[in-house]
């Protein structure tokens, strides 16, 4: 990935929304985390992420998956912090931890299909959204792993309750409302997701959109490594504060 960035993208930094890696055992032959400081180091531009769900796994087996609230290995190796904003040119750019997995399992008729939600954001992360991260008279950007805005709901039995307009499949779930408001009145264009590996454009509705000035827009990116033939990611063009577009690029 780092290469093909060099030679085709020359972006001025990346972005990675999280899972990053598929899961870490300390005490495993492998280290990926070191095997993915290298890809990152290959790359020219400075590399910004925050983590998902797979950087707190400690295991491959699905049913131990545990402890899935630990970030301690993401930040030794990645990033010393979960969330942080910086301003590049005149646009904010913010980076949240969405959370661990807070509805792990969700059975649907027929079928037991593991689809976790994210616990969300806390009242303290909200309130240093609000007081400190965020610049509300500046453009913002958010990057999060998993959506706010989704154009489903969670179904089936565990599924999390939903009184909003848009769909809240594979999305957080505390504070995401006073999320997405805060997104829609303090100049937030784009909220960069991952978590799905589909491409979606949701407005605050849930509906898909190809408008590229219906701030805020609430983007889903596909697996940049993950799935062989199909990889990609953003190329979000920005002048002068502004968003001109946030094409996909597949990676070949």
């Known amino acids: 990935m780092g290469s093909y960035l ?32 290298e890809a990152l180091l290959s790359c020219d531009a400075p590399v910004y992420t925050t983590p998902g769900n797979h950087e707190r796994y400690s295991n491959s087996l699905l049913f131990l998956y545990t402890p899935f609230t630990n970030l301690t ?25 969405s959370g661990y997995e807070y509805s792990r399992w969700e ?16 009242s303290t992360q909200m309130y240093l959204l609000e007081n400190t991260w965020g610049v509300n008279q500046m453009n913002q ?17 565990g599924a999390l309750p939903n009184d909003l307009p848009s769909g809240n499949d594979n999305c957080i779930a505390f504070n995401r409302g006073a999320f997405i408001t805060y997104c829609f009145t303090n100049n937030v264009s784009l909220v960069l997701t991952g978590h799905t590996h589909e491409n979606h454009v949701f407005t605050t509705l849930g509906k898909e959109t190809s408008n590229y000035s219906a701030w805020p827009l609430f983007v889903q990116t596909d697996s940049a490594t993950m799935n062989g033939q199909k990889n990609g990611g953003r190329a979000v063009h920005i002048k002068n504060s502004a968003v001109l577009n946030y094409e996909y690029v597949p990676f070949r």
Not at 107 to 122: F, Y
């Open 6 to 37: 060099n030679e085709n993208i020359h972006p001025d930094f990346v972005i990675l929304s999280g899972d990053s890696v598929d899961w870490y055992n300390q005490k495993s032959h492998r280290n990926v985390y070191a095997d993915l400081q």
């Open 141 to 157: 950007i958010i990057s999060v792993h998993h959506p706010a805005v989704n154009d489903k709901n969670d179904t089936g039995l």
């Open 107 to 122: 059975i649907q008729p027929q079928i037991w299909n593991p689809t976790p939600e994210a616990s969300g954001l806390t």
């Open 73 to 97: 290995a993401y930040h030794r190796f990645l990033n010393p912090l979960s969330d942080y904003s910086f301003k590049y040119g005149n646009v904010n750019f913010i980076f949240l931890d």
